[in-house]
């Protein structure tokens, strides 16, 4: 691994919460016309009418709501009940496309597709046996790429364009359980600006797969060697918007940060690797880069500053509480980070990389993500947000999603956490 690549060249130069405890099953609200006004959509639970402004949609594990934050004057809308929640929504390019009105969340058993404009048009729901499960749009929207850890270990494409009849069908899959032994466990995936190829990180072979879209099929691998006697554990990754850098957060040495040149996606080069020693903050969980790819944060127990150009960390900046995700507004000029152990967003200005502002949302806000859309207003959504506030949910027959615990992708997470209804 090369770590002294040319700096002139323009390119480098808490708490414990229980979120289900006593709450309403996923698949019944979803399916049941007893649940919630008989709604099966965010979109449904959240309203009767919608208007195109943009809006930040964040997760709330403790008490399945989701908090909507309006991203022009960084202020509360309001908190909605829908039963459900999402450690990783699809928040990259979604973000800022604003024809992208479709919320996909990892969830029990798979992915499911959302409508966050309008009242239920469609719903979506991909079966990938397994809980786990890490998923990401292309830049235009038209395709989804999911994927899938243990027992699983595949990725899948799918049909994104709600206009499509096939929309939410399974057009692509690439088997990879005997690949090795043990099989690569592939985690977090990214596009690359054209779509045209996708990012994987690989905890279990210390692995980044590159993967093309069409045909769909693994086009290159790249071994990321050790630092140490410990595995690398690859577990998170995030593409620059210009499509020449992807960072990887890995789990060695009490976590690391990998800066790998995909100029050439076929020839992927690990041109740097930053360690704790080197300032970042232990943990690292995943990572956003700025609009203009300088500058990546990285969140952990801190949010770690990389000056990517330099190579080198400029800045730590303490919200409060450990950060695990974050998501751009559209303008890509504001970074709103959940805190879980204070319940808030902080909202971080990228012209200064300072905090800036934080905001009170819902119990353990975990997933984020933004739309240019906002959804109506539902009564009944809210009377149920209230009660779980305070800690009262209505129904039973519970199965937690992947990573709403504190294992997020640890090594120990292939056992299913079941919890009391």
């Known amino acids: 691994m090369s770590t002294d690549r040319n700096r002139d060249d323009p390119r480098v130069a808490g708490r414990r919460i229980d979120p289900f405890a006593s709450g309403v099953s996923r698949r019944r609200l979803l399916k049941s016309s007893g649940a919630v006004g008989a709604t099966a959509s965010i979109a449904g639970c959240l309203g009767d009418d919608a208007d195109v402004q943009e809006t930040i949609f964040v997760f709330n594990t403790g008490d399945m709501t989701v908090s909507l934050i309006d991203p022009a004057t960084d202020e509360l809308l309001r908190s909605e009940f829908i039963g459900t929640t999402a450690s990783w929504p699809s928040n990259q390019y979604a973000s800022i496309n604003p024809d992208v009105e479709t919320l996909w969340m990892n969830v029990e058993g798979g992915v499911v597709g959302f409508d966050a404009a309008d009242e239920l048009a469609e719903l979506v729901e991909v079966d990938t046996g397994t809980n786990a499960n890490w998923q990401e749009l292309t830049p235009d929207g038209s395709r989804l790429v999911i994927s899938a850890r243990e027992p ?20 692509g899959e690439i088997d990879r359980s005997d690949e090795s032994d043990p099989p690569p466990a592939p985690c977090d995936i990214s596009f690359g600006p054209d779509g045209d190829y996708s990012y994987c990180a690989d905890r279990d072979a210390d692995l980044l797969t590159v993967v093309r879209t069409d045909p769909f099929e693994i086009a290159a691998q790249l071994e990321l060697e050790p630092l140490g006697d410990d595995n690398v554990g690859p577990f998170m990754d995030t593409t620059s918007w210009d499509g020449e850098y992807v960072a990887i957060e890995n789990f060695e040495d009490g976590g690391t940060e990998s800066i790998i040149d995909i100029s050439e996606p076929e020839e992927p080069e690990e041109i740097h690797r930053f360690t704790i020693d080197d300032g970042l903050d232990p943990s690292p969980m995943t990572s956003e880069w700025g609009p203009d790819d300088e500058l990546l944060y990285v969140f952990g127990e801190n949010i770690t500053v990389i000056d990517v150009p330099n190579l080198e960390i400029i800045d730590n900046i303490d919200v409060g509480g450990d950060t695990r995700t974050g998501t751009w507004n559209p303008e ?12 808030e967003v902080a909202v ?74």
């Open 332 to 343: 890509r000029t504001k970074l709103y980070v959940p805190v879980t152990e204070t319940d």
């Open 348 to 421: 971080i200005d990228h012209e200064t990389v300072a905090q800036f502002d934080s905001i009170e949302v819902g119990a353990s806000p975990r997933g984020i993500t933004a739309r240019s859309v906002r959804p109506g207003q539902n009564a009944q959504a809210r009377l149920l947000a209230a009660f779980a506030s305070v800690g009262i949910t209505f129904g039973a027959d519970v199965t937690p999603t992947f990573c709403e615990d504190e294992c997020h992708c640890g090594r120990q997470c292939g056992e299913e956490i079941v919890l009391d209804s």
């Open 152 to 171: 699983t270990h595949a990725h899948f494409l799918v049909d994104a364009d709600p206009g499509s009849d096939s929309f939410g069908d399974v057009v």
